[in-house]
T-cell receptor, first 117, second 112 residues
Framework: GAVVSQHPSWVICKSGTSVKIECRSL??????MFWYRQFPKQSLMLMAT?????????EQGVEKDKFLINHASLTLSTLTVTSAHPEDSSFYIC?????????????FGPGTRLTVT | AQSVSQHNHHVILSEAASLELGCNYS??????LFWYVQYPGQHLQLLLK??????LVKGIKGFEAEFIKSKFSFNLRKPSVQWSDTAEYFC??????????FGKGTRLHILP
């Protein structure tokens, strides 16, 4: 139980285009999902917290107009990177809070590698 | 603000050696602590967690960690490592608003 999936797992896009990444909790309802960014050989940096049915809360320094987050249902959150640039190339990971893991536990998706050319 | 510090950035050990990875956190209140592992090419997996109770926590694959409140530490240990333990290890603390703050990670390389 407590499986989180992401789609796509890998995407290449041209500079200036937008890319949507999906995060799904497959066997539990996730009232809260989190989006992280991981640069090569670095730790995960929290970008935003997404609560179902409400606006996402962004961390300091993260452009909310560039990284659009939608959490329309208890099993799906999406991250759209708008007008992507090469510096947005990174590994994007989502996590979902819920399931039977107890308070505070989050379950992580496998990540989406974005390459902007 | 909460923060997590991992002292070792890169550790190289031979098989069967004992392992201890350091982790210190900064937060004065009740903490939830985690160790995650990321094997090459794979996603993050939870190794173990501490919420309350026995400060010695046992996780998967023979790992354990000890929560020492007075030292603000949550070091990860394994008595005898295997080549398959080669991975990156992240210590993390849950903040009161449910955000998880990660340390910078320790890259562990086990020599066969």
């Amino acid at each position: 139980g407590a499986v989180v999936s992401q789609h796509p797992s890998w995407v290449i896009c041209k500079s200036g285009t937008s890319v949507k990444i999906e995060c799904r909790s497959l066997d539990f309802q996730a009232t809260t999902m989190f989006w992280y960014r991981q640069f090569p050989k670095q730790s995960l940096m929290l970008m935003a917290t997404s609560n179902e049915g409400s606006k996402a809360t962004y961390e300091q320094g993260v452009e909310k107009d560039k990284f659009l987050i939608n959490h329309a249902s208890l099993t799906l959150s999406t991250l759209t990177v708008t007008s992507a640039h090469p510096e947005d190339s990174s590994f994007y990971i989502c996590s979902a809070r819920g399931g039977a893991g107890g308070p505070g536990e989050q379950y992580f998706g496998p990540g989406t590698r974005l390459t902007v050319t | 603000a909460q923060s997590v510090s991992q002292h070792n950035h890169h550790v190289i050990l031979s098989e069967a050696a004992s392992l201890e990875l350091g982790c210190n956190y900064s937060y004065g209140g009740t903490v939830n602590l985690f160790w995650y592992v990321q094997y090459p090419g794979q996603h993050l997996q939870l190794l173990l967690k501490y919420f309350s109770g026995d400060p010695l926590v046992k996780g998967i694959k023979g790992f354990e960690a000890e929560f020492i409140k007075s030292k603000f530490s949550f070091n990860l240990r394994k008595p005898s490592v295997q080549w398959s333990d080669t991975a990156e290890y992240f210590c993390a603390v849950k903040a009161p608003n449910d955000k998880i703050i990660f340390g910078k990670g320790t890259r562990l390389h086990i020599l066969p």
